[in-house]
T-cell receptor, first 113, second 114 residues
Framework: GNSVTQMEGPVTLSEEAFLTINCTYT??????LFWYVQYPGEGLQLLLK?????DKGSNKGFEATYRKETTSFHLEKGSVQVSDSAVYFC????????????FGTGTRLKVLA | DTAVSQTPKYLVTQMGNDKSIKCEQN?????MYWYKQDSKKFLKIMFS???????INETVPNRFSPKSPDKAHLNLHINSLELGDSAVYFC?????????????FGPGTRLTVL
C-alpha cells in the first residue's frame, strides 16, 4: 500500500549540529512529497516539497531530495538553531481517488543552546 | 490576514456535553479537512469536504458530525463528549481534492474533556 515511515524521535541536538530526519515512502508511481513543521502550540505548516524524482526542496536552510532509488525523502539541515525545535512530519498524497494525505508519525526535534 | 482560522482555541468541558468547533478559510480553496492529533502528535484524518460535499468519512464515532454551510466553512459538532475525545483538532484546507498540493492548517483547538 501507500505509506510514509519516518524515524522516531525525539532527536536532541546542540545548536549548530547537523540534522538528518529520515523518511521513506511506499508508492506506485511518483507522488509529490512534503515536509511539514509544527512549532509548539501551532498548526502544521509546509516546510518544503518536491514534486518529482530527483527534485530537491529547500527552505529556511532545510533540504530534502526526492530519491526514487531508495524511496526516500530525508530532511537535512547543516546547522540547527534553537528556533528549529519543533515536530517535523513527512507526508505524501494518498492513493488516487482517496483524497487523503498520508502523514508520518512525526519526529520531535529539540535543539539545545 | 489569517488563512485558516478556528474557534475556539481552547475548549474545556464536562463529559456528556455537546460542543462545536468552527473553521473558516479565506484562501478560496475547494477542499477542507478535520484532523485529530493525540498527545503523541499522531495526526488522524477524520473528515473532508470538497465544495460542500463530504468526500472523506473515516472510522469516527457518529457522535462527531461535520457540517459545511459553504466551501469557506467547515464546522465540527461533537455530541456526548467522552474523556477519549480530549485532543487537539486541526482544520486544514487545500486548493482541491487531487492531493498534489499543499495543505494549510489552522492553529488548532485544544479540547479537554473532564
Amino acid at each position: 500500500g501507500n505509506s510514509v515511515t519516518q524515524m522516531e524521535g525525539p532527536v536532541t541536538l546542540s545548536e549548530e549540529a547537523f540534522l538528518t530526519i529520515n523518511c521513506t515512502y511506499t508508492a506506485t508511481g511518483y507522488p509529490s512529497l512534503f515536509w511539514y513543521v509544527q512549532y509548539p502550540g501551532e498548526g502544521l505548516q509546509l516546510l518544503l516539497k518536491a514534486t518529482k524524482a530527483d527534485d530537491k526542496g529547500s527552505n529556511k536552510g532545510f533540504e530534502a531530495t526526492y530519491r526514487k532509488e531508495t524511496t526516500s525523502f530525508h530532511l537535512e539541515k547543516g546547522s540547527v538553531q534553537v528556533s528549529d525545535s519543533a515536530v517535523y512530519f513527512c507526508a505524501r498524497p494518498g492513493a488516487s481517488g482517496t483524497y487523503k494525505y498520508i502523514f508520518g508519525t512525526g519526529t520531535r526535534l529539540k535543539v539545545l543552546a | 490576514d489569517t488563512a485558516v482560522s478556528q474557534t475556539p482555541k481552547y475548549l474545556v468541558t464536562q463529559m456528556g456535553n455537546d460542543k462545536s468547533i468552527k473553521c473558516e478559510q479565506n484562501l478560496g480553496h475547494d477542499t477542507m479537512y478535520w484532523y485529530k492529533q493525540d498527545s503523541k502528535k499522531f495526526l488522524k484524518i477524520m473528515f473532508s469536504y470538497n465544495n460542500k460535499e463530504l468526500i472523506i468519512n473515516e472510522t469516527v464515532p457518529n457522535r462527531f458530525s461535520p457540517k459545511s454551510p459553504d466551501k469557506a466553512h467547515l464546522n465540527l459538532h461533537i455530541n456526548s463528549l467522552e474523556l477519549g475525545d480530549s485532543a487537539v483538532y486541526f482544520c486544514a484546507s487545500s486548493q482541491d481534492a487531487t492531493g498534489g498540493g499543499e495543505q494549510f492548517f489552522g492553529p488548532g483547538t485544544r479540547l479537554t474533556v473532564l
